[in-house]
C-alpha cells in the first residue's frame, strides 16, 4: 500500500490543515524549516540516524547523521550571525553538489536569512545579474569557484563577504573569509530564529521570456507542501534510502534534495560527480536506495546506455521510481518497467509552484505519456486561452492554472512585484504550460505557452541568448528557439544575420560561440548556429521565432498573415 492509499478518497478529504497538525504547526505560530529539517528529527530521538551519505569525485565519502546536520547547520549559522547577516539578508550558495551546500540551507534559514542557491556552473555574468537583482549580502563558495565572484565583486556594493569553505591558507582579499565546518568549534545549541509562515525562506531564480531572471520568493510555510509532497506523491517512507538527483541550484535540489527527505526524517544520498550510466547504477547498488527522483534526460540516457549494463548491479533495491523537469516519453516509462520492474512516475512542477503540483502516485493506474492528478489540495485545470475560464468537455487542450492557495506557492518575484501580479487571470495562476485533460481526469503535457525552451529540464530564455549574440560586433541580429535532440528533448539554436562587412564562416561561428560562452551559463550555449540573410518578422518588426522553430520541428507554420516579408 503506498502512503497515499486512496487517491480519489485523499483528494476528496484532504485540507493543509492536515498537514498542520501532523507538523505540530499552530497557525500564527514560529515555523522554521532549519528547526524542523534537523533539531526536530533529533528530538523524537531519531538523532542518531543517518541524514546524508555524500559521495564526490574519486569516491571519497561522508556520512553525517541527524545530529551532525543539527549541529553542522547550527554552526554555519552561527557563523552567519557572527558577519552582521540579519534576518531576511540574501545569501547565496554557489557551490558543487558538496555536503556545505545542503548543511548551509539550513543554517541559513535558522538565522531568518534567504538562502539563494545559485548554480556552480554559471559564470560571473549569469551570476552578477541574480547577486545584484537580490542585493545579496553574502556568498558561500569554494575556492575554485570564487574567482568569478571576485571579477563581479567591485560592481556589487552590497556583497559585503565571500565566505570561502575550503581555503587553503593563501591571503584572502578584502571582504573575503574562510570557514571551515570541519575546524569550527561545533555549536550545539543556536537559538534559531522565530520565523513565521510567511517568513522568506529561499529565493530562485528562473527564465523569464523577455527580461532577466525572476527570483521566486518562496516562505517558511512551504514546508507543508513538501512534507505532503515528499510522503503523498514521491512516496517517501521511513526507512527509505532516497535520492533526488537534482542541484539545489533548482527548485527540485531544495524542494526535494533537502527540505522533503529531512522534514520526513530519512537518509538520503548525495552523488557530487558528473554523470555516467555505470556511476550512478553503482552508487544505488552500494548504498541500497529504494527512493529515486530524477529527470527524463537522465532516463534518457540511462536508456541509451543499453540493458547490458543494468544486469552487472543488483538494483533490486529500487521501490519508488519518479521523474520531473519536462516531458517524460510514455516509452522511458515502460523502459524502467521493464528494465527495473518499477516504472518512474511523472511529476510535474514549477519553480514558481514551489512543490508538485500534478502527479502520478504510487498504486494509481499508470497512463504512460501522462502527468497524472493534481495532489490533494490543490485544484487544476485547464483553460481557454481566450475567456481563461476552464474547459467543460474533456480533452481540450488549454492552458495549465492552478488555485491558488497551496502553501509552497511562491509569495512574489523578487523586486518585481508587477510581472507577478500578470501571472493570475481570473483568479487563476497561469503556469505559462499547456496541456489537456482526459475523461478520467489525467493531464496531458502538450507544451509551453511562451518561447522559453526547456533543454535537459533546464529552461532557457531566448531573450538572454540572443542578447548575448548581438553584443558580438559581427551580429546584427538573432533569434534563438529550440531544435529537436533526442537526449535533452529540445536544445538551444541560434539563428543569426550579420553586419555589412561581415560573411560567414566557419571561423566566424567558433569566434561567436566563444564569444558568447563567457556570457552564459553552460546550459543556455546554442548547439548550433545558423547564419541567414534575414529573420521572419511581423510587419510591426517583432522576430517572429514560431515560425524559425516550426521548421526546425518539422510542423505547419500557422498563421502567417502578420509576417512582414510575405
Ligand atoms: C517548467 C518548470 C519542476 C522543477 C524543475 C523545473 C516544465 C516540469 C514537467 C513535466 C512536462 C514539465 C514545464 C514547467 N516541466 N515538469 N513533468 N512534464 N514539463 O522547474 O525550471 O521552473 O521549470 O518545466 O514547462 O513549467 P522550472
Given at each position: 500500500m503506498s502512503n497515499i492509499g486512496n487517491y480519489e478518497e485523499r483528494y476528496k478529504t484532504f485540507t493543509w490543515e492536515q498537514a498542520e497538525r501532523e507538523l505540530n504547526y499552530r497557525p500564527g505560530g514560529v515555523l522554521n524549516i532549519g528547526w524542523y529539517c534537523s533539531d526536530r528529527i533529533c528530538d523524537s530521538g531519531k538523532g542518531d540516524k543517518p541524514a546524508l551519505i555524500w559521495e564526490g569525485m574519486g569516491g571519497i565519502e561522508k556520512r553525517f547523521t541527524y545530529h551532525d546536520i543539527r549541529r553542522a547547520s547550527n554552526t554555519i549559522g552561527a557563523f552567519l550571525r557572527g558577519l552582521g547577516i540579519q534576518p531576511e539578508d540574501r545569501v547565496c550558495l554557489f557551490m558543487d553538489k558538496i555536503?556545505?551546500?545542503?548543511?548551509?540551507?539550513?543554517?541559513?534559514?535558522?538565522?531568518?536569512?534567504?538562502?539563494?542557491?545559485?548554480?556552480?556552473?554559471?559564470?560571473?555574468?549569469?551570476?552578477?545579474?541574480?547577486?545584484?537583482?537580490?542585493?545579496?549580502?553574502?556568498?558561500?563558495?569554494?575556492?575554485?569557484?570564487?574567482?568569478?565572484?571576485?571579477?563581479?565583486l567591485d560592481k556589487l556594493p552590497h556583497l559585503q563577504h565571500l565566505i570561502i569553505v575550503d581555503h587553503d591558507g593563501k591571503p584572502l582579499k578584502d571582504r573575503e573569509i574562510a570557514f571551515s565546518l570541519e575546524k569550527s568549534e561545533p555549536v550545539e545549541k543556536l537559538e534559531i530564529h522565530p520565523t513565521l509562515a510567511e517568513s522568506p525562506s529561499l529565493l530562485h531564480y528562473t527564465s523569464g521570456t523577455t527580461?532577466?531572471?525572476?527570483?521566486?520568493?518562496?516562505?517558511?510555510?512551504?514546508?507543508?507542501?513538501?512534507?505532503?509532497?515528499?510522503?503523498?506523491?514521491?512516496?517517501?517512507?521511513?526507512?527509505?534510502?532516497?535520492?533526488?538527483?537534482?542541484?539545489?541550484?533548482?527548485?527540485?535540489?531544495?524542494?526535494?534534495?533537502?527540505?522533503?527527505?529531512?522534514?520526513?526524517?530519512?537518509?538520503?544520498?548525495?552523488?557530487?560527480?558528473?554523470?555516467?550510466?555505470?556511476?550512478?547504477?553503482?552508487?544505488?547498488?552500494?548504498?541500497?536506495?529504494?527512493?529515486?527522483?530524477s529527470a527524463p534526460t537522465a532516463i534518457r540516457s540511462l536508456m541509451k546506455a543499453g540493458e547490458e549494463i543494468?544486469?552487472?548491479?543488483?538494483?533490486?533495491?529500487?521501490?519508488?521510481?519518479?521523474?520531473?523537469?519536462?516531458?517524460?516519453?510514455?516509452?522511458?516509462?515502460?523502459?524502467?518497467?521493464?528494465?527495473?520492474?518499477?516504472?518512474?512516475?511523472?511529476?510535474?512542477?514549477?519553480?514558481?509552484?514551489?512543490?508538485?503540483?500534478?502527479?502520478?502516485?504510487?498504486?494509481?493506474?499508470?497512463?504512460?505519456?501522462?502527468?497524472?492528478?493534481?495532489?490533494?489540495?490543490?485544484?487544476?485545470?485547464?483553460?481557454?486561452?481566450?475567456?481563461?475560464?476552464?474547459?467543460?468537455?474533456?480533452?481540450?487542450?488549454?492552458?495549465?492554472?492552478?488555485k491558488p492557495g497551496w502553501p509552497a506557492m511562491m509569495r512574489t518575484y523578487w523586486n518585481n512585484e508587477e510581472t507577478y501580479q500578470k501571472k493570475f487571470k481570473n483568479g487563476w495562476y497561469i503556469t505559462g504550460d499547456r496541456a489537456s485533460i482526459d475523461k478520467e481526469g489525467y493531464f496531458w503535457f502538450?507544451?509551453?505557452d511562451d518561447d522559453i525552451i526547456n533543454t535537459g529540464g533546464h529552461l532557457v530564455s531566448p531573450f538572454v541568448v540572443e542578447s548575448a549574440l548581438i553584443e558580438h560586433p559581427a551580429v546584427a541580429e538573432s533569434a534563438v528557439v529550440s531544435k529537436p535532440d533526442p537526449i535533452n528533448m529540445e536544445?538551444?539554436?541560434?539563428?543569426?544575420?550579420?553586419?555589412?562587412?561581415?560573411?560567414?564562416?566557419?571561423?566566424?561561428?567558433?569566434?561567436?560561440?566563444?564569444?558568447?560562452?563567457?556570457?552564459?551559463?553552460?546550459?543556455?550555449?546554442?548547439?548550433?548556429?545558423?547564419?541567414?540573410?534575414?529573420?521572419?518578422?511581423?510587419?510591426?518588426?517583432?522576430?517572429?521565432?514560431?515560425?524559425?522553430?516550426a521548421k526546425e520541428w518539422g510542423e505547419e507554420i500557422g498563421d502567417t498573415s502578420t509576417l512582414e516579408n510575405d
Open positions: 555536503p556545505e551546500l545542503y548543511l548551509g540551507v539550513l543554517g541559513i534559514l535558522k538565522i531568518g536569512a534567504i538562502g539563494q542557491p545559485l548554480y556552480s556552473a554559471f559564470g560571473d555574468e549569469s551570476l552578477f545579474v541574480r547577486l545584484d537583482n537580490a542585493q545579496t549580502k553574502a556568498v558561500i563558495t569554494q575556492k575554485k569557484h570564487a574567482p568569478k565572484v571576485r571579477k563581479i527580461g532577466l531572471p525572476k527570483g521566486v520568493k518562496h516562505v517558511h510555510y512551504s514546508l507543508l507542501s513538501q512534507y505532503m509532497t515528499a510522503r503523498w506523491a514521491l512516496d517517501v517512507r521511513e526507512d527509505d534510502i532516497f535520492w533526488c538527483t537534482a542541484d539545489p541550484g533548482w527548485v527540485t535540489g531544495t524542494s526535494y534534495g533537502v527540505i522533503g527527505p529531512w522534514v520526513l526524517g530519512v537518509t538520503q544520498c548525495v552523488l557530487d560527480a558528473g554523470f555516467s550510466a555505470e556511476a550512478w547504477y553503482r552508487f544505488i547498488e552500494k548504498n541500497r536506495i529504494t527512493n529515486w527522483y543494468i544486469k552487472k548491479f543488483d538494483l533490486s533495491s529500487l521501490r519508488a521510481l519518479s521523474s520531473v523537469g519536462e516531458p517524460l516519453n510514455p516509452e522511458a516509462v515502460i523502459w524502467s518497467e521493464r528494465v527495473f520492474g518499477k516504472a518512474f512516475l511523472d511529476t510535474y512542477f514549477q519553480t514558481e509552484t514551489g512543490s508538485i503540483m500534478i502527479t502520478n502516485y504510487q498504486g494509481m493506474k499508470i497512463k504512460p505519456g501522462s502527468m497524472g492528478k493534481p495532489f490533494p489540495g490543490t485544484t487544476a485545470v485547464v483553460l481557454d486561452q481566450k475567456t481563461f475560464e476552464p474547459h467543460k468537455e474533456s480533452g481540450k487542450i488549454g492552458l495549465i492554472a492552478l502538450v507544451g509551453r536544445v538551444v539554436k541560434a539563428f543569426v544575420t550579420l553586419k555589412a562587412g561581415f560573411t560567414p564562416s566557419a571561423d566566424l561561428d567558433l569566434e561567436i560561440m566563444n564569444f558568447i560562452r563567457k556570457k552564459l551559463s553552460p546550459l543556455a550555449m546554442p548547439q548550433e548556429i545558423e547564419f541567414t540573410d534575414a529573420l521572419p518578422k511581423t510587419r510591426s518588426g517583432k522576430i517572429m521565432r514560431r515560425i524559425l522553430k
